[in-house]
């Protein structure tokens, strides 16, 4: 018989100045595994690297296959560890990091949420290397279930039973920015990556897990939890491997219109590869494009590892399209030999009757819009701005001429900057001006930009919106119940009573002459 070489281990107990019991759960496990490891215990968290009770240093990582660093309270970063471990990455290291503010306090996240905004010292190798984000600071759920396909496949874990340290108040939620590079492995009950595996076309791999291992419940859960992701750290690359990418595989067009997708095809195998590509399913007329559009696609990729070529798909929409059709043509690729397949799948849709223009901020309301619309048979497509996962720029006036209506919400966006400002005022103004229909809903746009003229001395709410002035924060929504005006288009609307999450923000409107009140508070003051 042969024996397998051992990785060489090191056990990082990134809190053990605050708290080690954590690391008890890593320390039990390895040893019911068989493996042998190090242990290195960071007692200090204002030391410098490689420093007396301070974080390893680079020449110490690299002398391990994997690191296994476990923050039960803070992150790698909080205790000056996280350069280190970009260093001991770049030279492709394997790293399992985890902790239920472990990425929070590394990355920042992109919502306000407290306490991990206020405790994060960002990192760029979060990004850079773990491509990843935080999404939010708590998960909300107990459950975590691994991914199919992934190392963790078929297990599920629960937080914070019996047999565990049940320490997990806030797990992160975490998403992959780099598909190429990464994918989620774990999943929470209540949806949101739960961890992170990077092993694609990098120098290292690394897993990321926004819940501690002392935070599962069962001992037996937690051996192979922690046996699957070594194992998964140190696998093997594979021979073949296809990744495929569309810039926008979901594009909106006017009937007789083409839509053009800029497909990316990378080989992730370590072995070159000669790849067949081909339109595999489409109702629409659907062709493949050398790169530039300039000419029809014949042919096959020749491309080594990880090397990427580029080529476009172009979907003509039907003159008698209906408003809201959709097909969705898949383009498979394939390896000469046939043993990989991957398909990539491009959804074209010719302008439904609305837009919704999601601009909300801090907290999600746009499924409020998308489920009315939805119970009423009216197809609807989505823009999304805000909620800081959105896009940088508005929709082009271009976008918004193909749609009668535009459903358009702020949430509660306060900001002075936010998702409405002066630019995105002026774009309303000239859909108006054209012949728009806008529905407009927002509880603080009004207090933020209210007084800021979008063009020379003309105010939007004013000119387009009906409104000649408001008493800020003086609706009272909250107090009653609110009504449909008599003779506007709400008229017959009763009994409908509004809960919000704090306190009551609504503006009382005072309408120009040529304006109508529509919704009414129980004083039937106009909303």
Same mark, same amino acid.
């Given at each position: 018989y042969r024996?397998? /070489? +051992?990785?060489?281990?090191?056990?990082?107990?990134? %809190?053990?100045? #605050?708290?080690?019991?954590?690391?008890?759960?890593?320390?039990?496990?390895?040893? &019911?595994?068989g493996y042998v490891f190090h242990e290195h215990a960071v007692t200090d968290d204002g030391a410098n690297p490689g420093r007396?009770?301070?974080?390893?240093? +680079?020449?110490?990582?690299? #002398?391990?296959?994997?690191?296994?660093?476990?923050?039960?309270?803070?992150?790698?970063?909080?205790? &000056?560890? *996280?350069?280190?471990?970009? #260093?001991y990455l770049a030279a492709g290291g394997r790293l399992l990091v985890a902790g239920q503010d472990a990425m929070c306090v590394d990355a920042g996240i992109d919502v306000n949420d407290a306490p991990? *905004?206020?405790?994060?010292?960002?990192?760029?190798?979060?990004?850079?290397?773990?491509?990843? &984000?935080?999404r939010a600071?708590?998960?909300?759920?107990?459950?975590v279930r691994g991914a199919a396909g992934g190392p963790l496949a078929g297990i599920t874990m629960t937080l914070n039973g019996p047999d565990s340290l049940a320490n997990q108040t806030a797990p992160d939620v975490l998403e992959v920015t780099d598909a190429l590079h990464a994918r989620p492995i774990a999943a929470y009950g209540s949806g949101g990556d739960a961890a992170i595996l990077v092993d694609r076309c990098t120098p290292h791999r690394a897993i990321a897990r926004g819940f501690g291992l002392e935070g599962v419940d069962a001992a037996d859960v937690r051996d192979r939890v922690l046996g699957r992701l070594i194992d998964a750290l140190q696998a093997e690359e594979p021979a073949q491997g296809v990744f495929l990418r569309a810039a926008e595989p979901d594009l909106v067009r006017s009937p007789g219109f083409t839509a053009d997708y800029t497909m990316t095809v990378t080989s992730t195998g370590s072995e070159p590869e000669r790849l067949a590509v081909a339109v595999a399913d489409a109702g629409w007329p659907t062709e493949l494009r *050398? /790169?530039?559009?300039t000419a029809p696609y014949t042919g096959t990729l020749a491309l080594q590892r990880c090397q990427s070529a580029s080529l476009g798909v172009r979907v003509s929409v039907p003159r008698d399209a209906e408003r809201g059709q959709r097909d969705v043509a898949r383009v498979e690729v394939r390896?000469? %030999?046939?043993?990989?397949?991957?398909?990539?799948?491009? +959804?074209?849709?010719? /302008?439904? /009757?609305?837009?919704?223009?999601?601009?909300?901020f801090v907290a999600d309301s746009e499924a409020r819009y998308q489920e009315a619309l939805a119970a009423l048979g009216i197809p609807y497509d989505t823009f999304t701005l805000g909620l800081g996962t959105g896009r940088d720029n508005l929709p082009g006036a271009g976008l918004l001429a193909q749609y009668p209506a535009l459903v358009w919400f702020t949430g509660y966006d306060f900001r002075p900057n936010g998702t409405l400002d002066i630019a995105g005022q002026q774009l309303l103004a000239d859909y108006l001006d054209a012949g728009g229909r806008l529905l407009f809903a927002s509880e603080d746009y009004l207090r933020s930009r209210g007084a800021v003229p979008y063009a020379g001395e003309r105010l939007f709410h004013r000119d387009f919106l009906g409104v000649d002035r408001y008493d800020d924060d003086a609706g009272r929504a909250q107090e009653g119940p609110i009504h449909g005006a008599d003779a506007s288009v709400f008229d017959g609307i009763d009994g409908c009573r509004l809960a919000y999450p704090g306190r009551d923000y609504s503006d009382r409107l005072h309408p120009r002459p040529e304006a109508a009140p529509a919704v009414l508070n129980r004083f039937d003051q106009p909303l």
């Open positions: 024996l397998q /070489p +051992a990785p060489r281990i090191l056990l990082v107990d990134g %809190d053990a100045w #605050a708290y080690s019991a954590a690391a008890d759960s890593y320390r039990e496990s390895l040893a &019911r595994l007396p009770g301070g974080p390893p240093g +680079a020449e110490t990582l690299a #002398a391990y296959d994997v690191v296994i660093w476990s923050s039960a309270l803070s992150g790698p970063a909080f205790v &000056r560890g *996280a350069t280190p471990l970009s #260093a991990c *905004a206020r405790n994060a010292r960002p990192h760029p190798y979060v990004r850079s290397q773990l491509y990843l &984000r935080v600071d708590n998960a909300f759920s107990q459950v *050398a /790169p530039g559009f390896t000469e %030999d046939g043993g990989v397949r991957e398909s990539l799948s491009l +959804a074209t849709r010719a /302008p439904a /009757p609305v837009l919704v223009v999601d601009g909300d």
